[in-house]
């Protein structure tokens, strides 16, 4: 199984199965992970769904939209490689992807 | 920038603010008797016609009297059904595009490059003389800079810091309350808790807090503005007195950092270290601006959903008893009471060129109103939106704190506020009766309310 590995701020670690074609911020809510809000639902509208990926893994998620830069600008924890959950699409090319999250949410 | 914001910032060093602004006033009082001043409309209320007896074009949901005489759902469920993107063009407050779906708002708050948050995001303009600058109202790149100089005050990292201080002024406040004799909820509970939370963040003179909650409630009110009640006399004298106590306060807090004081994690202090804000007192109407945003939002909101809540779980019975079974349903609740009361009703923008939205067209210049109160309701999106549900799935996915750069900066501290708020009351009380229907405010902006009285059962 392809999966995908998301750190809670606090340490704790889970192994979420990938199903390709949804969002990694969906795929987080779907298996009920603490710490991804996704206020918006999705629509790079809020900023509550910021994850920050490994240094290595960053450059395959993707390029980061202006209008997603924007809401990652909005938060003070903001560090080089944070992305919005919601704009990551998940396929079997991250099987293995491993990503942090901040201690607050905004 | 206005000439006047212009030459308030030059003068500043050498003329307090508070005169400046008494000479606004006296310039325009003298000017609007000679020459005729802007218009100001005036609001009598009479009872409002049922939405079904109007033409769609006659719809006009800019009444200050539309929440306190309950027919703003059935106003909106027909925009919503009917009409969604709806064109009002003789309001009080001139021509206006009602945006009333929940799809349609969040695609207008997202797109800051074809919709202007500048100069103001209420229906109606700001007094003459009195048009501060606030980030709420700018647009990028503007708008970040300002907001990454304050937004600090408001982060969760700061909540964190104090959390114990705001549960320790909410048991204060819920100590002294009156068991088993009517109390008015509005004035004891959401006005002094709010107040004092205002007064934390800007480490204002305690014993004078219930200015702060006067200034904002008066910056809101005016007819030109929401349709509400306080004439520009009133205003003009607030804004006189808060210029006053709010350039001492950053006198005051300069002259401590100076003396070597460690600098607070109060909003003044937090604005003298940034290099963006630390000269901002020379600039009156935008220091004013910035500290009258963060009383506003700081105030009505939280304060009525304070309020709200309380009369949510009256009119929902059966939700009071679920949460009293299970409090760690308090959070997901916190949400759906935001929701429920959406203590904003909207907030403006302008079109900077023409949009297609919903198979209408507005063009460039027109004024467009996300009405976040229905959108919040709009059953496209929400399952049985009127219903008050404490353990509602995707409670956090309402309109109250808008989206896009303009999000809430203070949505965590008020989610907090109203946790902290239920977790003591549930700890305290057994019931809180609702004895008669609150009083609401007079207002298209603020649904808000002005008197609630209530009856406490204590806990067995």
Known sequence: MASVTIIEFGGTEHEVEIEAGKSLMQIAVDNSIPGIDADCGGACACGTCHVIVSSEWFAKTGSTSDEEDMMLGMTPERADTSRLACQIEASEALDGLVVQLPEFQM | ?460
């Not at chain 2, 503005?225 to 007195?241: K, L, N, W, Y």
């Not at chain 2, 901002?280 to 109407?285: G, L, Q």
């Not at chain 2, 506003?296 to 959903?305: A, I, L």
């Not at chain 2, 904003?344 to 198979?359: F, S």
């Open chain 2, 1 to 460: 920038m206005s000439l006047k914001s212009t030459a308030m910032n030059i003068t500043a060093p050498v003329i307090p603010a508070h005169w400046q602004i008494r000479a606004v006033h006296r310039f325009l009082k003298i000017k609007n008797t000679l020459f005729k001043g802007p218009y100001v409309p005036t609001f009598v209320e009479s009872p409002l016609p049922e939405v079904d007896t109007l033409a769609i074009e006659d719809i006009d949901v800019s009444s200050p009297f539309l929440f306190r005489q309950k027919k703003w759902q059935s106003y909106f469920k027909r925009l919503r059904d009917e009409c969604p993107v709806h064109y009002q063009k003789n309001s009080p407050f001139g021509p206006f595009w009602s945006i009333t779906r929940y799809d349609d708002i969040v695609f207008v708050d997202k797109h800051h490059d074809l919709f202007s948050a500048e100069p103001i995001i209420t229906l109606g303009r700001t007094p003459e003389g009195l048009e501060i600058e606030t980030f709420i109202a700018m647009d990028p790149p503007k708008h970040d800079e300002q907001r990454k100089a304050v937004q600090n005050v408001v982060a969760p990292k700061n909540l964190k810091e104090m959390e114990g201080l705001i549960r320790q002024r909410t048991r204060e406040v819920l100590d002294e309350l009156p068991v088993g004799q009517p109390f008015d909820w509005v004035k004891t509970v959401s006005i002094e808790l709010t107040a004092r939370m205002l007064a934390t963040l800007l480490d204002f003179p305690y014993e004078l807090r219930h200015k702060l909650v006067y200034w904002s409630d008066v910056s809101t009110a005016s007819p030109e503005t929401t349709g509400g009640r306080v004439d520009s006399d009133e205003i003009f004298a607030a804004a006189a007195d808060a210029g006053k106590h709010f350039v001492k306060l950053w006198h005051d807090k300069a002259a401590q950092k100076a003396a070597g004081q460690e600098a607070g994690f109060d909003l003044i202090s937090l604005m003298q270290v940034n290099e963006e804000t630390k000269d901002m007192v020379k600039r009156p109407m935008e220091f004013m601006g910035n500290l009258t945003l963060l009383i506003v939002g700081g105030n009505d909101t939280t304060r009525n959903s304070m309020t709200g809540g309380v009369l949510a779980l009256n009119q929902f019975p059966d939700e009071f008893t679920k949460l009293k079974e299970n409090p760690a349903l308090i959070p997901n609740m916190v949400s759906e009471i935001i929701r429920w009361q959406t203590p904003l009703a909207y907030m403006r923008r302008i079109a900077k060129q023409d949009v297609e939205l919903n198979g209408k067209t507005i063009k460039k210049g027109d004024k467009v109103v996300m009405w976040y109160a229905s959108g919040n309701r709009d059953e496209r999106n929400i399952d049985q939106p009127d219903t008050f549900m404490i353990d509602r799935k995707g409670a956090r996915n309402h309109l109250s704190f808008g989206f896009g750069v303009h999000r809430c900066m203070g949505n965590r501290l008020a989610e907090l506020q109203l946790r902290i708020l239920w977790e003591e009351l549930l700890q305290r009380f057994d019931d809180i009766e609702v004895l008669s229907e609150p009083e609401c405010v007079q207002s298209n902006f603020v649904r808000g309310y002005s008197k609630m009285m209530v009856q406490l059962t204590a806990k067995k």
